[in-house]
């Protein structure tokens, strides 16, 4: 089938941006392997050590 073929068969192909739900986005930030907290509390404890040395 050739290009011209497709087009009159089923149209101009449309290009559209493609969009994440919040629930999707919501997902990935949640499953990352290193939350904002968990580098916080580690640069915390860091903070600690070098104050008391």
Do not use: C, F, N
């Not at 011209?4 to 949640?30: C, F, N, T």
């Amino acid at each position: 089938m050739s290009r011209k073929e497709l087009v009159d068969q089923h149209g101009m192909p449309r290009y559209v941006s493609p969009a994440m739900k919040r629930e999707v986005q919501q997902w990935i930030r949640s499953s990352q392997v290193i939350t904002r907290l968990d580098y916080e509390v580690a640069q915390a404890a860091a903070r600690s050590q070098i104050r008391k040395g």
